[in-house]
C-alpha cells in the first residue's frame, strides 16, 4: 500500500525558477488581470450606462407625462410626479457612481474608486429608503393588497442589487492586484536571498 502512494518531492528537489522564468510568470499574469479589467470595462460599461439611461428617461417622463409609465401610475395615490422623478434619477445617478466606481478600479485609480463607491453607495441606500417607504405607503392605503404593487418592488431593490455587484468586482479587482503585488514582492526576496 505504502508503494501506491505519490511521493511529494522535498523542499530541495523542487526546481526554483531563474530571474527569466519568474518574469515571464508574472508578465503572464499581469496580461491576464489586464484583459480581465478591460472585459469587466467592456460588460458593465455598456449595461451600466443603460441602466442609468433608462432611469434617466423614467425621470424625464414622470415629469413629462405623469402617469403613462406603468410603474409610475401605481404610485399616483402616493408620490407627486415630481417626487417620482426625482426618486429616478437619483436612482439613475447612485447607479452611474456605482459604474464610475468600477471604471476607475479598473484603470487602477483605486482612491479615486472608493471615493466614488462610498458617495454612490450612500446614496443608494438613501433612494433604495425612500422607495422602500413609497411602497409601503402604497400598500398601507391599498389595505395591503397586492394589486399592482409587484411593478413597483423592483425600484428599491434595483440600485442595492447594482451597487452590490459594482462592489463585488472592485472587490474582485483589488485582490488581483494585491495578489500581483504580494507574488512580485515574493520574486524579489526570493532574488534578494
Request: with cysteine; proline share 4%; hydrophobic share 50%.
Amino acid at each position: 500500500m505504502a508503494e501506491l502512494r505519490r511521493r511529494v518531492p522535498e523542499s530541495n528537489e523542487v526546481p526554483l525558477l531563474d530571474d527569466t522564468q519568474q518574469n515571464a510568470v508574472l508578465d503572464e499574469f499581469r496580461r491576464q488581470a489586464r484583459a480581465a479589467r478591460r472585459q469587466t470595462q467592456l460588460i458593465i460599461g455598456p449595461l451600466g450606462t443603460a441602466l442609468c439611461l433608462a432611469y434617466f428617461y423614467f425621470a424625464i417622463q414622470a415629469l413629462l407625462d405623469p402617469w403613462s409609465v406603468r410603474h409610475h401610475a401605481e404610485l399616483i395615490d402616493v408620490l407627486r410626479p415630481v417626487a417620482i422623478a426625482a426618486g429616478e434619477a437619483i436612482s439613475g445617478v447612485a447607479m452611474a457612481g456605482s459604474l464610475a466606481a468600477v471604471i476607475a478600479n479598473c484603470r487602477l485609480r483605486p482612491a479615486l474608486g472608493r471615493s466614488i463607491l462610498q458617495s454612490s453607495v450612500l446614496t443608494t441606500i438613501l433612494v433604495s429608503l425612500f422607495w422602500s417607504m413609497a411602497l409601503a405607503k402604497m400598500l398601507r392605503l391599498h389595505s395591503y393588497e397586492l394589486d399592482g404593487a409587484w411593478r413597483v418592488f423592483w425600484l428599491p431593490l434595483a440600485p442595492a442589487v447594482w451597487s452590490l455587484i459594482c462592489v463585488s468586482l472592485i472587490n474582485t479587482i483589488q485582490c488581483v492586484q494585491a495578489d500581483l503585488r504580494r507574488l512580485r514582492a515574493a520574486r524579489y526576496r526570493l532574488h534578494s536571498a
